[in-house]
């Protein structure tokens, strides 16, 4: 049975790159034709026999060429592209080295020893793409950071400890967004601007994300990362903070259609449960508890069961007193809609705006109650 813990969590994430796209051209150059690139290593470590370079796309490392060390501990690669790219030299067993290939001559330097330095000679996207990688690593100790206090804080129960946390991952989440968007801002959106998008959390930057994705489809021709990047979006389109919420059309106990839309103009919460699912039967009377408190300013629960035994389903129903709407196409993981709302576990929830956007999702507990009291004080 999938289940969830549904207590209160503070969730840290930190982005990981799932796609990367093609570097920025340099000068002069046309798509149609190869360039030619030299790459000159130099390697401290001379036990190191041979190096193999690697052109990353989609995520996935694939093999170009390799070569051999040379008894001082130089290395020489030299082919062409069709189009820059993002690159990977392996060292032997001992230490691998990601840099932006989108220049015809570059010079690299390394120790060639796992955790050694490194230096590539950059290119204006080089520079940016370490200053990235820089300010990604301080994201992390940042979160780090974060995650003890509020371990520390929920094992105290310090409420007040636990909001200050929220707020600081707040401020953190808004430089770091900041610093992202300014580095696109210098990058071709081929290359750099891309890779970092790709690292961005939909739930913050959704409209941001949109507006990149939509530059690209006015292109005639996309490269294989634009196509990525594209994916990626499409993926979260109909389920990141600030997305249009997906219309539900599902039968009720009594097979009466309903509608999510039939509750356009309120405030809603799309509440995903199961009569099996303990997690979701503790968390009812939360749910009931603020639709009594709430309901008066129009706030409206629409219900979507993954029961497989309509039977069970109405029996949950009835014990637990949800008298608000309840559908379901009794399709248990199969359903209809837990597929295009990528329901993974339940109970989850996505809560929709008057204007029929996502505004939050997965407010469990009284992290519910606090959200919907500060909206409607708006």
């Known amino acids: 049975?999938?289940?969830?813990?549904?207590?209160?969590?503070?969730?840290?994430?930190?982005?990981?790159?799932?796609?990367?796209?093609?570097?920025?051209?340099?000068?002069?150059f046309d798509t149609e034709t190869k360039f030619n690139f030299k790459i000159?290593?130099?390697?401290?470590?001379?036990?190191?026999k041979t190096a193999k370079l690697y052109k990353i796309a989609g995520g996935q490392p694939l093999l170009l060429d390799s070569a051999l060390v040379s008894k001082n501990g130089n290395i020489i690669f030299e082919s062409d592209a069709k189009e820059p790219f993002l690159a990977l030299l392996n060292l032997g067993s001992e230490q691998d080295i990601v840099f932006i290939l989108d220049t015809t001559q570059i010079d690299i330097s390394a120790k060639g020893y796992e955790g050694g330095s490194f230096k590539v000679s950059a290119s204006q996207q080089q520079k940016l793409y370490e200053s990235f990688l820089a300010k990604r690593f301080e994201k992390k100790m940042q979160i780090m950071g974060l995650q003890k206090k509020w371990a520390e804080s929920s094992s105290r129960n310090d409420t007040l400890a636990m909001e200050e946390i929220k707020k600081?991952?707040?401020?953190?989440d808004s430089t770091y967004i900041k610093f992202c968007k300014e580095i696109i801002s210098k990058s071709d959106l081929k290359c750099l601007g891309s890779i970092i998008a790709n690292t961005l959390d939909p739930d913050l930057t959704f409209d941001y994300l949109v507006s990149l994705d939509s530059n690209f489809k006015n292109l005639d021709e996309k490269t294989v990362y634009q196509e990525e990047f594209?994916?990626?979006v499409e993926s979260v389109r109909y389920t990141s903070i600030g997305s249009l919420a997906q219309e539900?059309?599902?039968?009720?106990?009594?097979?009466?259609?309903?509608?999510?839309?039939?509750?356009?103009g309120k405030v809603v919460l799309i509440d995903f449960w199961a009569s099996w699912c303990g997690p979701c039967r503790e968390e009812n009377p939360n749910v009931r508890k603020n639709l009594l408190e709430f309901q008066n300013k129009g706030f409206e629960i629409f219900a979507v069961s993954l029961d497989r035994s309509k039977e069970k389903w109405i029996e949950a129903i009835q014990s637990?007193?949800?008298?608000?709407?309840?559908?379901?196409d009794?399709?248990?993981?199969?359903?209809?809609?837990?597929i295009k709302y990528k329901v993974e576990a339940i109970p989850t929830n996505f809560l929709i705006g008057q204007d029929g956007k996502i505004i939050a999702k997965n407010l469990f507990g009284n992290e519910l109650n606090v959200f919907l009291k500060n909206y409607f004080q708006k």
Do not use: H
Request: overall charge positive.
């Open 1 to 28: 049975m999938r289940g969830r813990n549904f207590k209160l969590k503070f969730l840290l994430l930190l982005a990981v790159i799932t796609s990367f796209t093609a570097c920025k051209y340099p000068k002069g």
């Open 40 to 48: 000159s290593v130099s390697v401290e470590n001379t036990e190191i």
């Open 168 to 172: 600081e991952k707040t401020i953190q």
């Open 230 to 232: 594209m994916k990626a």
């Open 248 to 264: 539900i059309t599902l039968n009720d106990p009594e097979n009466k259609i309903r509608k999510l839309s039939d509750l356009k």
């Open 320 to 328: 637990d007193s949800l008298n608000w709407v309840q559908v379901s």
């Open 330 to 338: 009794l399709k248990f993981w199969e359903a209809e809609y837990a």
